[in-house]
C-alpha cells in the first residue's frame, strides 16, 4: 500500500465515491419504478406472471460487460448505457420479492380492508404495501448491494465509479488504487445495507427484528 | 441496419471461426474454465453445505456466506486472485471458485435445514441411522434448492469468466476487449451476442433439470428472498 498516492488522491477518491453511490441510487430508483407496475400486472393477472418473472431471470443471466456491450451500438460510451445495464439487473429481484410481499398479506386483513370500504387503489396503498414493506426492503437491498459490485465493471466503458480505481491498478500493475477500489467498494454495499435495514425498522417497527 | 447487417456477416465469415483467436476455440475456453471452475466448486461447496446442515451448526456463517459473496465485487476478486497468485488461467479459476462457492454452501444448508421435521422425525422412529436419515430424507428433500444454488452459480461463472479477459484469460471477453480496445463494434458486438447465448443456455437448461429433478415443487428461484417470517428461506441469486 502506497498511502502518499492515497493521500494525493482524496479529491478523485471521493468524487468516485459520489458517482458510484449517484449510479446506483439512480438504477435502484429506476429499478423500483419499473418493478412496482411489473409486479402489479404479474399478480392482477396470473397469467402473465410466469413470463414477467422468467424474462427478468433472462435479463439477469446476461453477464454485465456483455450486455453494456450490446447496447454500445446504440447508446455509446455514456452513463445511460451503465445505468439501462444496472436497472435490468435490480427487475429479477425486485419484482420477485414485491410479489412475495404483496402475496404474503393475510387473506384477513384483505378481506377486513375490504369490507370497510376500501377500494383497491387505497387498499393496496395504505394496508397491502405497508404490510409487504418487509419484503420489499429485502429486495431492496439485495438488489443496492449487487448494484453497487457491478457498478465496478461499468468501468470498461468508463462509469465504473470505484472501478475506474480498479482498473487503474489492473492497467498499471500497482495494487494501491486497486485495493482502495475493492475495500471502498465493499465498505459502501455494508453502509447501504445498514443504512436500508434501519430505514426499514423505522418505517415498519410492527415487523419482525430477526428478519 | 447496416451495423447489424455487418454482425451476421461477422458470424458469417469462416474465418472468423478458425485459429487460435477464432470463436470456436474463444466458446471451447470458455466453456472449459466454467465446467473446471464449477466442478472444484461444487466439491468444496456442497458437501460443506449439506453436513452443515445435517448436523445443524454453523448456520449463521453458511448463510451469511452469500450475502459478504454478493457485496464482493467479481471484478475485484479477478483482479486481486490476479495480484496473488501468477500468471495463466490461475487467477480465473480461483475467482470463479471463490464466486461460485457462497450460494451453493447457502443453499445446501438451507435446503437441508428446510427438511420437514416431521418426516426427520418419522425417519428417526423408523429406525433409520443418522446416515440413512441424510441419504433417504434430507437430501431427496434439499434436492430442488440445492440445485437451484448451482444454477444460480453456473450462470454466475459462465458472466463472470467474460471478466476474466481483463486478467490475461481468453474466453469470449477477449473478443469484446479487443474490439472496445480498437473501437471495432462488430467484433464488440458479436462477442456480447454469443457470450449471451452461452449464459442464456446455461441458465435456461440447468433450469429445465432443476425442473426434472423436483417434480412436484415450485422452483427454488422463485422463493423470496430474506422475507421477515422464514429469514431461513435466504437464499439464492448473486452474480
Known amino acids: 500500500m502506497d498511502w502518499t498516492w492515497v493521500a494525493d488522491h482524496r479529491g478523485l477518491i471521493l468524487e468516485l465515491v459520489r458517482a458510484h453511490v449517484e449510479l446506483t441510487v439512480l438504477a435502484v430508483v429506476f429499478g423500483l419504478v419499473l418493478s412496482f407496475p411489473l409486479a402489479l400486472a404479474a399478480r392482477r393477472w396470473r397469467r402473465l406472471g410466469g413470463p414477467i418473472v422468467s424474462a427478468t ?6 453477464p454485465s460487460l456483455a450486455l453494456f456491450a450490446l447496447l454500445l451500438p446504440w447508446t455509446g460510451l455514456t452513463r445511460t448505457t451503465a445505468l439501462i445495464g444496472l436497472v435490468s439487473y435490480t427487475l429479477l429481484i425486485l419484482v420477485r420479492n414485491i410479489v412475495a410481499g404483496l402475496d404474503g398479506v393475510a387473506p384477513e386483513v384483505f378481506e377486513a380492508a375490504t369490507a370497510m370500504g376500501m377500494r383497491a387503489p387505497l387498499r393496496l396503498l395504505s394496508v397491502e404495501l405497508p404490510l409487504a414493506l418487509p419484503a420489499v426492503v429485502a429486495g431492496i437491498r439485495v438488489a443496492t448491494v449487487t448494484t453497487i459490485g457491478l457498478v465496478t465493471v461499468a468501468a470498461l466503458i468508463g462509469h465504473g465509479g470505484l472501478g475506474q480505481l480498479i482498473l487503474d491498478g489492473l492497467n498499471r500493475d500497482f495494487p494501491t ?8 467498494s465493499v465498505a459502501l454495499a455494508a453502509v447501504a445495507d445498514l443504512t436500508l435495514v434501519g430505514a426499514q425498522r423505522l418505517l415498519s417497527p410492527w415487523a419482525d427484528r430477526d428478519s | 441496419m447496416d451495423f447489424l447487417a455487418d454482425v451476421i456477416a461477422f458470424f458469417g465469415d469462416r474465418a472468423n471461426w478458425r485459429g487460435a483467436n477464432g470463436l470456436t476455440q474463444l466458446v471451447v475456453e470458455h466453456l472449459v474454465v466454467s465446467v473446471t471452475a464449477m466442478a472444484i466448486a461444487m466439491a468444496l461447496a456442497l458437501p460443506l453445505g449439506l453436513v452443515l446442515g445435517h448436523v445443524g451448526r454453523g448456520g449463521l456463517v453458511a448463510v451469511n456466506v452469500s450475502n459478504v459473496g454478493r457485496a464482493l465485487p467479481s471484478f475485484a476478486v479477478l483482479v486481486i486472485a490476479l495480484q496473488l497468485s501468477s500468471i495463466g488461467v490461475t487467477p480465473t479459476l480461483v475467482a470463479l471458485v471463490l464466486l461460485a462457492v457462497p450460494p451453493m454452501v447457502t443453499n445446501s444448508f438451507v435446503g437441508v435445514q428446510g427438511t420437514d421435521p416431521d418426516m426427520v422425525e418419522a425417519a428417526r422412529a423408523m429406525g433409520m441411522t443418522g446416515r440413512q436419515v441424510f441419504t433417504e430424507v434430507e437430501l431427496p428433500s434439499a434436492l430442488p434448492l440445492v440445485m437451484a444454488g448451482v444454477r444460480t452459480a453456473a450462470v454466475q461463472v459462465v458472466a463472470t469468466a467474460t471478466l476474466a479477459a481483463l486478467v490475461g484469460f481468453g474466453g469470449l471477453g477477449a473478443l469484446i476487449l479487443v474490439g472496445l ?7 464488440v458486438f458479436a462477442g456480447a451476442l454469443t457470450v449471451t447465448v452461452l449464459a442464456m443456455a446455461t441458465e435456461i437448461g440447468l433450469g429445465a433439470l432443476q425442473r426434472c429433478l423436483s417434480p412436484g415443487h415450485r422452483l427454488g428461484r422463485d422463493s423470496p428472498q430474506e422475507t ?3 429469514s431461513l428461506r435466504v437464499s439464492i441469486s448473486s452474480r
Open chain 1, 57 to 62: 431471470g433472462v435479463l439477469y443471466a446476461i
Open chain 1, 177 to 184: 488504487p486497486l485495493v482502495v477500489g475493492s475495500t471502498l
Open chain 2, 181 to 187: 480496445r480498437t473501437g471495432d463494434n462488430v467484433e
Open chain 2, 228 to 230: 421477515s417470517k422464514s
